[in-house]
């Protein structure tokens, strides 16, 4: 069949840009960019405000009313949060984290990424009233740490990319504890023990067998969300707990699947045609089958993963990007010397950088773990770099541990300086080592 116009110039371009892994580093990039424009620009002011827009949801006395710039952080980013816990489970269930040796390295890399960025934060803030920033240089944003490393396709051995996607993973684990024990305003503990009633159903839901996304995203949402969002505790933690009760498990296994899969084939082949491009009844059903059978033959976990992937990158992500990432470059917050600037700034870029590549050697001078095949020590230099790109968890947090817009903007100075450095200088380092291997 000839390809029409609108697949050829709009349709196929977009699904390769989708499907492209540096796309999405890109664009949230470039949400960032535009923040940042606008907010040193005359309309800086209207900007603002836009996110101070309150919006009411609720039925009679029941109500939640909170600004848009809310409604991101606390409803739009839980989506993002389901995603990361879906890719956790999956990890932990059949991933790089499911083998203890092969797990060590970006384990331990990841918790030595965390514990030396705080520490040099806390050396800056220590006694302070910023104290409580500690955890905004301890994460590692994977959109632009894998954008990056696509960036340069196949020069980059793929157990690199295994390593930077398993230790963004398990620091990423290591984000929602902190958040869930240390970003937790008073708790209200009627709502967290409803909380914990909507999930028990959800675990029982996923042991009686109950397949349906529909079910747990009401349950989820409706229920266990909107509880957590009442607690005190952050209600994004109860989409990563929603997640793991998501099932993970086939309802056909791969032999039956291409057994009927065949049988189906065979049954489309034969049946009546139509002279038009229509397909006939009996096509239609045999179509429906395979599209069922197909649907059985995937875990729910996978479906729901690879389906909000784009979602999560090119909508929730840069709306994210742009509703946080907005800083003036100009007036009393900007200060390059702040101590919160320097902790976050020196955390993200000195901190994870030595804390990813002093304990990882450490492991494996000692024995305790070995370098992933493919990868030599200057791979595990630009791994360390890649981590201090802190984007998007550290500009979450940030917003967690300061009310002071002051230090709120002195914090988003730091992350954004130290994420730039870190991309240049890790996209670097990253060519030059791939550039080498190949001579």
């Not at 620009?41 to 029941?62: D, M, T, V």
């Not at 340069?152 to 902190?178: E, M």
């Not at 000195?350 to 773990?369: D, E, P, T």
Request: charged share 15%; net charge neutral; aromatic share 12%.
């Amino acid at each position: 069949m000839k390809e029409k116009p609108v697949d050829r110039w709009i349709v196929e371009p977009a699904k390769r840009f989708i499907n492209n892994s540096s796309a999405s580093g890109i664009v949230l990039f470039s949400s960032a960019f535009i923040a940042i424009v606008i907010s040193n620009s005359p309309f800086a002011e209207g900007f603002k405000n836009l996110w101070e827009i309150h919006l009411r949801i609720g039925i009679g006395s029941f109500n939640i009313d909170k600004s848009l710039h809310h409604w991101i952080n606390d409803g739009l980013m839980a989506i993002f949060f389901f995603v990361v816990g879906l890719e956790l489970k999956r990890e932990i269930l059949d991933g790089e984290l499911s083998n203890p040796r092969k797990a060590l390295l970006p384990i331990v890399a990841a918790i030595g990424g965390m514990i030396f960025p705080a520490v040099i934060y806390l050396f800056f803030n220590y006694g302070k009233e910023t104290v409580s920033g500690w955890g905004i240089p301890m994460a590692t944003d994977i959109a632009f740490a894998l954008g990056i490393l696509y960036l340069l396709g196949d020069r980059i051995p793929v157990s690199l990319k295994v390593f930077v996607t398993a230790f963004a993973i398990v620091d990423d684990i290591g984000a929602v504890l902190v958040i869930a024990f240390f970003y937790t305003s008073d708790i209200n503990m009627i709502s967290l023990l409803t909380g914990a009633g909507f999930m028990a159903i959800l675990i029982f839901a996923n042991y009686i067998g109950v397949r349906s996304p529909v079910f747990y995203g009401i349950v989820g949402i409706g229920g266990l969300w909107t509880a957590f969002l009442m607690s005190g505790v952050h209600a994004t933690i109860a989409a990563v707990l929603a997640a793991f009760t998501i099932p993970a498990d086939v309802k056909v296994d791969e032999s039956n699947y291409y057994l009927k899969l065949q049988q189906l084939i065979e049954r489309f082949k034969n049946a009546k045609k139509r002279a038009s491009s229509l397909v006939s009844s009996e096509q239609l059903h045999v179509l429906e089958g395979i599209r069922n059978l197909s649907k059985n033959a995937l875990t729910p976990l996978q479906r729901l993963e690879h389906s909000m992937h784009p979602l999560v990158a090119f909508i929730v992500m840069p709306v994210f990007a742009l509703a946080n990432a907005g800083v003036g470059l100009t007036g009393d917050s900007f200060d390059l010397t702040a101590d919160v600037t320097m902790g976050v700034f020196l955390g993200l870029v000195i901190g994870k950088f030595l804390g990813v590549c002093c304990v990882s050697i450490l492991f494996v001078k000692m024995k305790w773990a070995s370098l992933p095949e493919g990868m030599n020590y200057r791979h595990l230099l630009s791994a360390g770099l890649l981590a201090s790109i802190g984007f998007t968890m550290s500009l979450f947090i940030t917003e967690l541990a300061f009310d002071d817009q002051t230090h709120i903007t002195q914090a988003k100075v730091g992350i954004l300086m130290a994420s730039l450095i870190a991309g240049i200088f890790s996209f670097i380092l990253l060519k030059l080592t791939s550039d080498t291997n190949r001579n």
